[in-house]
């Protein structure tokens, strides 16, 4: 058997926790996929004062500047110190998995020219899209994308739907993990909507500025438009969306919007999420899955972790950094009744 991939990892909350505890539990059976085992050597904490972990705690610098390690596997989240950490590791001749998905929307083409770069976990968690874009579907032709990306918005437009006040639900997702203290990432869009300009550069092969998508949040949909749209034969979704019909300029935005009941997109549960491919040659692909959770999101970083032990391409890393050097393409609104009408 080949010798033991070596990782270090930079962040142990939720995602971090729940991946170092698979690497330990599920040692046998991840040696097995990857081929060789998968070794968790160290880790790096904002705050290491009292921690316990599965290896030692050590500071992100000295793990950084230690040259056995094979990857670095980052959950830390935002822009800085993870850029800073991800950099630093790819210049160094290391694989690095991220869940980031602020930093790979921001800033993605622009690491992917400096090594291996790979990002399954910063789309919709445990819904295998980003290299089946990349990959799998990379010789059609995609022109469109539509999803709900976000599980919090979606459990609380859910909670809202059978009667909860906007106030209500979202606390009730506060109590149970499924939105932060402050949920403005969440309810104002910004957090779909970064996973939207991934999913574009990947489908599209065109580099975007995500603060370019429009995005409207779910604050003021209220408890009538709701009920309006029920008999009428819509629920309301906040829905990601983008297509293409040149090279000059990309529509897209995130905004709620009327689903009919009897579509797929409409029967997409609580914290669930679910993406939509209209691709040339494979035709109309649905994807859907559980978008939140540490489980869910853990499971995204170990198939990379995987892929990586076993020299497979970084895919969507590599499509990535073709964009780098590309000027932005234009991105303008879709139509307020493509691919639903709009909610406001």
Known sequence: MRAPFRVALFGLGNVGGALARRLVEDADRITMAAGRPIALEGIAVAHPEGRRAP????????????????????????????????????????????????????????????????????????????ETLADTLSADRIGSITGILNGTTNSILAAMGDGASYADALADAQRRGLAEADPSADVDAHDPAAKLAILVMLAFRRRIDPSQIERVGI????????????????????????????????????????????????????????????????????????????????????????RAAKDAPASAGSLLATLADASPATVVPLAATIPYPAAS
Not at 78 to 105: F, M, W
Not at 238 to 250: M, N, S
Not at 279 to 299: R, V
Request: with cysteine; charged share 20%.
């Open 219 to 306: 604050r003021d949909v209220g408890p009538e438009q709701i009920e309006n749209g029920r008999q009428r034969g819509f629920v309301i979704k906040l829905i990601a969306a983008a297509t293409t019909h040149d090279d000059t300029r990309i529509q897209a935005d995130v905004r709620p919007r009327l689903v009919p009941i009897d579509a797929p997109m409409a029967r997409v549960d609580g914290a669930m999420n679910a993406i939509a491919v209209d691709a040339e040659y494979a035709g109309s692909l649905i994807f859907e899955g559980p978008g939140a959770g540490p489980d869910a999101a853990a499971s995204a970083v170990l198939a990379d972790l995987i």
């Open 55 to 130: 290896a030692p705690i050590l500071p992100a610098a000295q793990l950084l500047a230690q040259p056995q390690f094979d990857a670095i596997v980052e959950v830390m989240g935002g822009l800085e110190p993870a850029s800073t950490y991800i950099r630093s590791a790819l210049q160094a001749g290391r694989q690095v998995i991220t869940a980031n998905k602020q930093l790979v929307a921001a800033q993605g083409p622009r690491l992917a020219c400096l090594g291996p770069l790979r990002f399954e976990a910063s789309v919709a968690s445990a819904i295998p899209i980003v």
